[in-house]
């Protein structure tokens, strides 16, 4: 087990290389079973998800390889064994993603109950609803899912979610590349990494197009070619990064980023009235917290995308911390996620629970060092964000969660003149 000594009260300066997209990577190796062409991915993270994910498709049968640099070799040959350990399941949620892909292309799969960050209910009824709905037969036992396709193949359908679910979009697009027929997906998601897997999959010969707001048609091909495709920067590893330049009262430039990705978290800035930057044309978005601005407590509710998305609030609530006046949050996807902020309180933080999923949090507050640990892959971020603008020496454990999903953190952190090192436990 490792640990996180950050001593804090160091602004931040310079420029970072945003990463790939964690949500689109994952994805996009899935689409690679689609075809027994080779699929290459650049700017792929390095990142714990990503080595998950190679390893079990690496032991279904697949060849997955890092190549020099950011990118990854995927060929999906014939399948050894169609399986997915529990250990995996439970450590990788996104596993489930190869559900679709591998009843499009190979018939069956057998996998188990995703477990993932603790941040409340997550079921995968949706997904499974998907293949149903294809004609696939699934089949829960003992804690595994027993999927197949028809001999034929699956067919398409119209699928309608209850609620908005982005890897059920996904699964179910997947599905749908190779299935006889049309298949009409609505309540579909807009997550920019939804529409960086459509990319790639076109790119592969696949036949996919919005053709309403929330409504994706796929007319099923016969095949699949291979592919180079580009992961899109990572939008959440950008607004962590903006953060910590705005917390710590410094100026960082972050490149590899569409501005148009941010443009829920660019709001909230603007009505905090940080002072930004955002180029379009070069990827690049520079904060500029040393501006001497003083923040304007803002109330923020979690949406689907085009809205704030779920993942930051948790970072967030550490800028509300240094906010004149009283913010809110309000949460409204996951039932547990505003754990993080006791931790935040043992950090000197103001903040009150109104129920279960609101907090108000009153600052400008100074937080100073303390021991925590981390629960779950945002919080985490929140933890060492916090740690960054406090006063003295926090000790930040359970870093392996940020280690899913966060490239090189530490690296990044210390190029920017932060102090923090990794340590064994």
Same mark, same amino acid.
């Given at each position: 087990?490792?640990?996180?000594?950050?001593?804090?009260?160091?602004?931040?300066?310079? &420029?970072?290389? *945003?990463?790939?997209?964690?949500?689109?990577?994952?994805?996009?190796?899935?689409?690679?079973?689609?075809?027994?062409?080779?699929?290459?991915?650049?700017?792929?993270?390095?990142?714990?998800?990503?080595?998950?994910?190679?390893?079990?498709?690496?032991?279904?049968?697949?060849? %997955?390889?890092?190549?020099?640099?950011?990118?990854?070799?995927?060929?999906?040959?014939? %399948?050894?064994?169609? @399986?997915?350990?529990?250990?995996? =399941?439970?450590?990788?949620? $996104?596993?489930?993603?190869?559900?679709?892909?591998?009843?499009?292309?190979?018939?069956?799969?057998?996998?188990?109950?995703? #477990?993932?960050?603790? *941040?409340?209910?997550?079921?995968?009824?949706?997904?499974?609803?998907?293949? &149903? /709905?294809?004609?696939?037969?699934?089949?829960?036992?003992?804690?595994?899912?027993?999927?197949?396709?028809?001999?034929?193949?699956?067919?398409?359908?119209?699928?309608? @979610?209850?609620? *908005?679910?982005?890897?059920?979009?996904?699964?179910?697009?997947?599905? !749908?590349?190779?299935?006889?027929?049309?298949?009409?997906?609505?309540?579909? $998601?807009?997550?920019?990494?939804?529409?960086?897997?459509?990319?790639?999959?076109?790119?592969?010969?696949?036949?996919?197009?919005?053709?309403?707001?929330?409504?994706?048609?796929?007319?099923?091909? /016969?095949?699949?070619?291979?592919?180079?495709?580009?992961?899109?920067?990572?939008?959440?590893?950008?607004?962590? @990064?903006?953060?910590?330049?705005?917390?710590?009262?410094?100026?960082?430039?972050?490149?590899?980023?569409?501005?148009?990705?941010?443009?829920?978290?660019?709001?909230?800035?603007?009505?905090? =009235?940080?002072?930004?930057?955002?180029?379009?044309?070069?990827?690049?978005?520079?904060?500029?917290?040393?501006?001497?601005?003083?923040?304007?407590?803002?109330?923020?509710?979690?949406?689907?995308?085009?809205?704030?998305?779920?993942?930051?609030?948790?970072?967030?609530?550490?800028?509300?911390?240094? !906010?004149?006046?009283?913010?809110?949050?309000?949460?409204?996807?996951?039932?547990?996620?505003?754990?993080?902020?006791?931790?935040?309180?043992?950090?000197? /933080?103001?903040?009150?629970?109104?129920?279960?999923?609101?907090?108000?949090?009153? #600052?400008?507050?100074?937080?100073?060092?303390?021991?925590?640990?981390?629960?779950?892959?945002?919080? =985490?971020?929140?933890?060492?964000?916090?740690?960054?603008?406090?006063?003295?020496?926090? %000790?930040?454990? #359970?870093?392996?969660?940020?280690?899913?999903?966060?490239?090189?953190?530490? $690296?990044?952190?210390?190029?920017? #003149?932060?102090?923090?090192?990794?340590?064994?436990?």
């Amino acid at each position: 087990m490792q640990k996180f000594v950050i001593t804090g009260g160091v602004p931040l300066s310079g &420029e970072v290389r *945003i990463a790939g997209a964690k949500n689109a990577v994952l994805k996009q190796m899935a689409a690679a079973v689609l075809t027994d062409e080779l699929c290459t991915l650049r700017n792929v993270p390095k990142i714990s998800d990503v080595a998950i994910l190679r390893e079990v498709m690496g032991d279904i049968g697949f060849e %997955v390889r890092r190549l020099n640099g950011d990118g990854l070799e995927l060929h999906a040959g014939e %399948v050894s064994w169609p @399986f997915v350990p529990l250990e995996v =399941g439970m450590k990788l949620r $996104a596993s489930f993603i190869l559900l679709g892909p591998m009843l499009a292309r190979f018939g069956r799969l057998i996998l188990p109950n995703p #477990g993932g960050d603790r *941040i409340g209910r997550r079921p995968v009824d949706f997904h499974v609803a998907a293949m &149903e /709905a294809m004609g696939a037969t699934i089949d829960y036992r003992n804690g595994y899912y027993f999927a197949s396709a028809p001999p034929d193949g699956l067919r398409g359908a119209h699928i309608e @979610f209850p609620t *908005i679910t982005v890897m059920g979009t996904e699964n179910a697009i997947l599905a !749908a590349t190779l299935a006889r027929g049309t298949t009409v997906i609505d309540n579909a $998601a807009l997550e920019p990494e939804v529409d960086d897997l459509i990319a790639m999959l076109c790119a592969m010969g696949a036949q996919i197009q919005r053709t309403a707001e929330r409504r994706i048609e796929v007319q099923g091909v /016969a095949r699949l070619r291979g592919t180079e495709h580009r992961v899109i920067g990572d939008r959440l590893e950008a607004e962590t @990064f903006a953060i910590a330049a705005a917390t710590t009262r410094g100026d960082v430039t972050l490149n590899g980023i569409d501005p148009g990705h941010l443009g829920a978290f660019l709001e909230i800035c603007d009505r905090l =009235g940080l002072s930004y930057h955002a180029d379009a044309a070069a990827a690049t978005v520079v904060i500029r917290g040393a501006a001497g601005d003083e923040l304007r407590a803002v109330d923020v509710r979690t949406d689907v995308y085009p809205g704030f998305a779920t993942d930051f609030q948790a970072p967030l609530s550490v800028l509300l911390t240094q !906010a004149a006046g009283a913010s809110t949050i309000h949460e409204t996807i996951f039932e547990d996620r505003l754990d993080h902020l006791r931790h935040l309180v043992k950090m000197g /933080a103001d903040i009150e629970l109104l129920d279960e999923r609101r907090a108000r949090i009153t #600052g400008p507050t100074q937080l100073h060092g303390a021991e925590v640990g981390i629960a779950d892959l945002r919080a =985490g971020a929140t933890l060492i964000l916090a740690a960054l603008a406090a006063t003295g020496t926090s %000790v930040i454990s #359970g870093i392996e969660h940020v280690d899913r999903g966060y490239e090189q953190i530490e $690296a990044k952190l210390v190029a920017l #003149g932060a102090q923090i090192n990794r340590i064994e436990a």
